[in-house]
């Protein structure tokens, strides 16, 4: 039961093809668990081929008034669109890793070769485009992510387990926003080790001496 979805500024950037390829990866793997956003993902798909159509019709009748340009610039958006797959994925129910995950970091969550960023939490890169950083990250059951807070926008998927902060309980599907205005500290549940893809613009904030020194080094 998913109860944290993403946002329309979200799903709108991802179906115009604006995003970076991280947050394409963070979006696509969120709508292969959830219906409710791959609905509303589909809506917003259908309102920007209107808006093509349109921009096509207006630059191919002989009067047409589109401002100059226009019509470029639509083109040349959709030629730099999202470089992950957009055909219609189905949802994957019992795999760990959703299908967009897996064509990034390979279909077995155990040849994952994860690193250690000290207290248990280990990480593994995903290798994306510049402006965005992509990570898989593993917190053991109970264990918890330095307190921190963000320069800019962070999204946090939850593929297993659950885990909770400041601001709410999230558990597999849940995708947490977290931007400037978020301080928080997520602690993986007792019970089951917990595994997410973050994805951020921007290095997070930390407020203890320990993880501000190694940041550079983990690129977090
Ligand atoms: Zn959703
Ligand atoms: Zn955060």
């Not at 668990?33 to 191919?60: P, T």
């Not at 963000?150 to 999230?170: I, K, M, N």
Request: proline share 7%; glycine share 8%; charged share 20%.
């Amino acid at each position: 039961m998913i109860t944290h979805h993403l946002s329309d500024t979200l799903l709108m950037a991802y179906s115009a093809g604006t995003l970076p390829e991280a947050f394409n990866l963070a979006v696509a793997t969120h709508i292969a668990l959830c219906d409710e956003c791959r609905a509303r993902l589909a809506s917003f798909d259908a309102v920007g081929g209107a808006v093509l159509d349109r921009a096509l019709e207006g630059a191919a009748g002989s009067s047409a008034r589109m401002e100059s340009g226009a019509l470029a610039a639509t083109l040349a958006r959709i030629k730099t669109g999202a470089p992950v797959a957009r055909s219609p994925q189905r949802p994957v129910q019992n795999a760990l890793l959703p299908a967009p995950l897996c064509e990034y970091v390979g279909p077995d969550v155990d040849k994952i070769r994860w690193r250690a960023l000290g207290g248990g939490v280990r990480q593994m890169l995903i290798p994306t485009s510049e402006h965005a950083t992509a990570r898989l990250l593993y917190i053991p059951a109970g264990a918890a992510v330095p307190d921190h807070g963000h320069r800019g926008l962070e999204l946090t998927l939850v593929l297993q387990g659950a885990f909770s902060d400041e601001e709410a309980r999230f558990g597999r599907g849940d995708v947490e926003i977290a931007d400037e205005a978020t301080q928080h500290q997520p602690v993986a549940e007792p019970g089951e080790d917990c595994i997410c893809l973050a994805v951020t613009d921007a290095p997070l904030k930390f407020r203890a001496l320990l993880p501000r020194l190694a940041q550079p080094f983990f690129r977090i």
